[in-house]
């Protein structure tokens, strides 16, 4: 075996890792949307922080995530903003994405 092989073997990841990976990503991004304070906004506050620890958890466990997914859905539909709605939604969208990511095969 190459040096070069032996060092993709380490660089791989599960399925489970670029999922996650992918999620934190998301939930980086859907921060950085929500700049400034709407009605609402204490649920999707209590959400973020609900995820923070789901995230925190070495196990990966696809049904919380898609719970989560799922309770952002209420979040979504709580939210009387329109233009945070669409933000939001577009972050659901992407959250939906990022469950269904796969490692690439090497």
């Known amino acids: 075996m190459s040096l070069k092989e032996s060092k993709n073997l380490e660089k791989r990841m599960d399925d489970n890792e670029v999922k996650k990976k992918a999620i934190k990503l998301v939930i980086a991004h859907l921060k950085r949307k929500v ?17 923070e620890e789901l995230l925190k958890a070495e196990e990966f466990d696809i049904k919380e995530y898609h719970r989560m997914r ?26 939906g994405k990022a469950l269904e990511k796969k490692a690439e095969p090497y």
Not at 42 to 51: I, N
Not at 77 to 92: A, C, F, G, V
């Open 35 to 51: 700049s400034k304070e709407y009605m609402g906004i204490e649920y999707l506050v209590g959400w973020l922080e609900e995820m």
């Open 70 to 95: 799922r309770q952002l859905n209420s979040v979504i539909e709580s939210t009387l903003d329109e233009e945070m709605r669409i933000k939001l939604r577009n972050s659901w969208h992407s959250f």
